[in-house]
RNA sequence: CGGGGCGUAGCGCAGUCCGGUUAGCGUACCUGCUUUGGGAGCAGGGGGUCGCAGGUUCGAAUCCUGCCGCCCCGACCA
């Protein structure tokens, strides 16, 4: 393309920061690891926001805040918690600077020395349950269901943009409940609704399933989650939803008065989605050419471009344009006119062509003198000239609601492409090697053999799927009996 | 933390081996004119602590020493 990013075919990882960078979503910053995310990167998460807060209300949670940094001794409560994050903590010691005796800038004070140090959050659970302590105390305050939407460190080695910074922006939802039941239907509950987003509005299908016990969240007793396929044949993990047993509950001791005079802990759920989801819809649909987006989460789902001589002409079409525009948006569309004079029309087909705008329309005199205009749709690149009658909006409404399928079903095709049964070790090495994918294979359910085929495949074992047909087999690795076909593949 | 690579204009790079005019190219930016149906053309212009600090030298982007930062590959991870 154009502006010098690679082929998804040449370098696919140089592709994808190229594309992020040059589409104008987000750049690295000062800050090792942190990312700037820039305004259109932005409104993308915050259309996927709106979406989900919709959903997360709809399903009966309200918003809270609970404080960046979290007490030192917090951590430990929960032995695999602190066990499960220790090792990518930021931590606060000093409350001060100042200036440096010998001119040379500012320094931390020593007298400003924190008696117990603060630990910028990687995840909320046990900020918040110490408040649940107090906010619970008897059958009637369950269930309590709570999201928060935050930002969280996690000190990692490694970055990439938007797949895994130090800093970033997530929701996380924690509720406690009365029962067991009604945690681990809370737990599955939020799933679907993150299955049902990054399906219908991200148009990514995924695999809804639960954890291995070694991928499990630091305190959790089952972890259920959505693992979407990228383009290279990479899994991404999308979405976690955990049950939490009576873990944080005991060790925060929050107890609650049953109907019938008891006294017992409550049984806890915590759920996130983060800007990793950014990564997932660039890495699901977007081409050679640039970014491309699914006309629910885009921005501005029409962008009409003028071509003109004139200042005449540049009247007479925006006039034009105008009624075209107000048509579309009394339909909800979201649509753009750029009739910039400071960049040719070429220019902004390329432009908006990077950064994914689903449907381009582009008037000029000749469409002028015909009443028609052209329209072009994103993902497949093909144009047509339409005539400007009545039904115009209709149809570009109805154009809008194909591309959102027809990008879901593309993808879903991609998947079904790459996925394959395997019940061959040779095979399976070979398969994740060569062609990568999603590989169903049976597993004999333990942590031995799920450590040996992670160190000589790299693959994972990224669910075990939910709803699946039991199946007699053999486990790919020991032979030993299996009940079920688990899924693996290479992720991020 | 181990291995590799790189720091020169907003971005992408050449120049460094072998020290020597005023540090150069593409792009972006500014001005003017011509252009405008797929990233325009011509002319003119602005923009540089050559990562930082010290050293060698008549003279350092270039040689020496130390430091810092970034990227890629591994281990760790949403």
Request: glycine fraction near 6%; charge should be negative.
């Amino acid at each position: 393309m154009g502006k010098g990013i690679p082929t998804r075919e040449e370098d696919y990882s140089g592709w994808y920061n190229e594309l992020v960078k040059k589409a104008d979503l987000a750049e690295t910053s000062a800050v090792r690891g942190c990312m700037v995310i820039k305004p259109y990167g932005f409104s993308i998460w915050e259309r996927m926001q709106a979406e989900l807060d919709r959903m997360f209300k709809e399903t009966g949670h309200t918003n809270a805040y609970f404080p960046v940094f979290i007490p030192k001794s917090y951590m430990s409560k929960e032995a695999q918690h602190v066990d499960g994050f220790a090792k990518e903590c930021a931590v606060v010691t000093h409350h001060r600077l100042k200036n440096a005796e010998d001119g040379s800038g500012v320094v931390v004070d020593p007298e400003a020395k924190l008696e117990e140090e603060l630990i910028v959050r990687p995840t909320s659970e046990t900020v918040i349950w110490n408040s649940y302590r107090n906010w619970i105390q008897s059958y009637r305050d369950l269930p309590l269901l709570i999201n928060q939407w935050a930002n969280v460190v996690r000190w990692e080695l490694r970055t990439r943009l938007f797949l895994r910074t130090a800093e970033f922006l997530w929701q996380e939802g924690h509720t406690a409940h009365a029962t067991e039941q009604e945690a681990i239907d809370e737990t599955e509950q939020m799933l679907e609704v993150y299955a049902t987003f990054v399906e219908q509005f991200m148009a990514v299908p995924v695999i809804r399933g639960l954890k291995t016990p070694s991928e499990r969240f630091a305190g959790a007793v089952e972890t259920y989650c959505i693992e979407a396929l990228m383009q290279d044949g990479k899994a991404l993990q999308s979405g976690t939803s955990h049950f939490l047993g009576q873990n944080f509950a005991r060790a925060f001791d929050v107890k609650f008065a049953t109907r019938d005079g008891g006294l017992e802990h409550v049984w806890g759920t915590s759920w996130g989605v983060s800007t990793r989801l950014m990564g997932a819809l660039i890495m699901a649909h977007s081409d050679d050419n640039g970014l491309i987006i699914p006309p629910r989460l885009a921005p501005t789902q029409v962008v009409i471009i003028p071509i003109f001589r004139n200042e005449e002409q540049h009247s007479a079409i925006s006039e034009k344009v105008m009624e075209v525009k107000i048509s579309l948006e009394r339909l909800g569309v979201s649509v753009k006119y750029d009739d910039r004079d400071t960049h040719k029309p070429g220019w902004k087909f390329a432009e908006y062509e990077l950064k994914g705008v689903p449907v381009r329309l582009a008037m000029g005199p000749r469409d002028l003198e015909n009443n028609t205009v052209e329209v072009a749709r994103r993902d497949t690149l093909e144009k047509q000239s339409m005539e400007l009658d009545e039904t115009f909006p209709q149809k570009i409404a109805g154009l809008l609601d194909q591309m959102q399928t027809d990008i879901y079903n593309k993808a879903l095709e991609f998947q079904q492409d790459n996925t394959h049964k395997i019940d061959d070790y040779e095979e399976f090495k070979r398969v994740l090697d060569e062609e990568g994918g999603f590989v169903y294979a049976h597993w004999d359910g333990t942590d031995e053999t799920e450590a040996k085929i992670k160190e000589e495949t790299k693959a994972t074992i990224r669910c075990i799927p939910l709803n699946a047909e039991a199946e007699e087999g053999k486990c790919i690795y020991s032979g030993k009996p299996s009940q079920q076909r688990v899924l693996f593949a290479k992720a991020y």
